[in-house]
Every structure is written in structure tokens, then in C-alpha cells.
């Protein structure tokens, strides 16, 4: 909105295709549901409000499970979310062709999701990739068992 008359190209996500597609064609078993959270007064940020020091353990995926990461963000700020050691597969209409991201920005309250084939055995930091965030709170741990 209001980039219609610039002199430059500018991409969303919504143009986005991978040039091939993914190898795992399984739809998803379960779908996960995470809602970002924050309070810029208080300057607290957290998944479905609590921060890292509040939740009890980790988000728990299972070795070469294939599931759907659904993010809401219900801030008034871009949170670019960051998964380390697998890839989300942003679903933006293109089928098989989903774009692989290890970051995918969630705008002020956007709702989107992302497949994932929970492929990496172990513990991998789950965050908002904005490390004033990550630090008050907005941190998971991701567990691939």
C-alpha cells in the first residue's frame, strides 16, 4: 500500500515460489498455533503470552513429523520469526512451489502459516529474529524428538 508509483520493484510474500518443490509432498498431521504477544509499554514480548522464564518446557515436534506452524501476530509490530536447524515452507498460494524460509515476518495482526517437516533431531531456538524481543521474552525452544 501507497509503493504503487515507486520507480522500483517491491516483492511480498505472495510472489514468492521456490523454483522446485519441497521433497516431502505429506500434508500436515497436526497443526500448532502460535500467537504472538507483547505489550509495548510494558516492553514484554512473548509466544501466547509468556515469556521465555514462564513456560514449562519445550514445543515438543516428533522426529519426521510433518506439521503446520500457524503464527498470529496480535502486536502492533513486524515480528520476523526465526526457526534454526529446519525450513518453513510459507503457504502463499503457490502449491508445491511454497518458498522455503528460516525467518518469515509476521506483520501487525497477520495470521499465516508454514509447513514443516520436523527433520533435525534435537533442540533448536525457536525466536523473534528482532534480538530486543528475543531477550524480553519472545524465545522458545523447539524439540524434535
Same mark, same amino acid.
Given at each position: 500500500?501507497?509503493?504503487?508509483?515507486?520507480?522500483?520493484?517491491?516483492?511480498?510474500?505472495?510472489?514468492?515460489? $521456490?523454483?522446485?518443490?519441497? !521433497?516431502?509432498?505429506?500434508?500436515?498431521?497436526?497443526? @500448532?498455533? %502460535?500467537? /504472538?504477544?507483547?505489550?509495548?509499554?510494558?516492553?514484554?514480548?512473548?509466544?501466547?503470552?509468556?515469556?521465555? $522464564?514462564?513456560?514449562?518446557? !519445550?514445543?515438543?515436534?516428533?522426529?519426521?513429523?510433518? @506439521?503446520? %506452524?500457524? /503464527?498470529?501476530?496480535?502486536?502492533?509490530?513486524?515480528?520476523?520469526?526465526?526457526?534454526?536447524?529446519?525450513?518453513?515452507?510459507?503457504?502463499?498460494?503457490?502449491?508445491?512451489?511454497?518458498?522455503?524460509?528460516?525467518?518469515?515476518?509476521?506483520?501487525?495482526?497477520?495470521?499465516?502459516?508454514?509447513?514443516?517437516?520436523?527433520?533435525?533431531?534435537?533442540?533448536?531456538?525457536?525466536?523473534?529474529?528482532?534480538?530486543?524481543?528475543?531477550?524480553?521474552?519472545?524465545?522458545?525452544?523447539?524439540?524434535?524428538?
Amino acid at each position: 500500500v501507497g509503493l504503487e508509483h515507486v520507480k522500483h520493484r517491491v516483492l511480498t510474500y505472495a510472489q514468492l515460489k $521456490s523454483p522446485q518443490g519441497w !521433497p516431502d509432498k505429506r500434508p500436515p498431521a497436526r497443526e @500448532l498455533e %502460535l500467537h /504472538l504477544t507483547g505489550n509495548m509499554q510494558r516492553y514484554m514480548w512473548s509466544f501466547d503470552g509468556k515469556k521465555f $522464564s514462564e513456560v514449562d518446557g !519445550p514445543i515438543r515436534f516428533f522426529k519426521n513429523e510433518r @506439521l503446520r %506452524l500457524i /503464527l498470529v501476530n496480535d502486536t502492533m509490530m513486524d515480528h520476523p520469526i526465526h526457526l534454526h536447524g529446519m525450513w518453513m515452507e510459507l503457504e502463499n498460494g503457490h502449491g508445491d512451489l511454497r518458498p522455503r524460509k528460516h525467518t518469515i515476518i509476521v506483520k501487525p495482526g497477520e495470521r499465516l502459516s508454514a509447513l514443516i517437516t520436523a527433520d533435525a533431531f534435537g533442540d533448536w531456538a525457536f525466536h523473534c529474529h528482532l534480538m530486543y524481543h528475543m531477550e524480553a521474552g519472545m524465545f522458545r525452544v523447539v524439540s524434535v524428538a
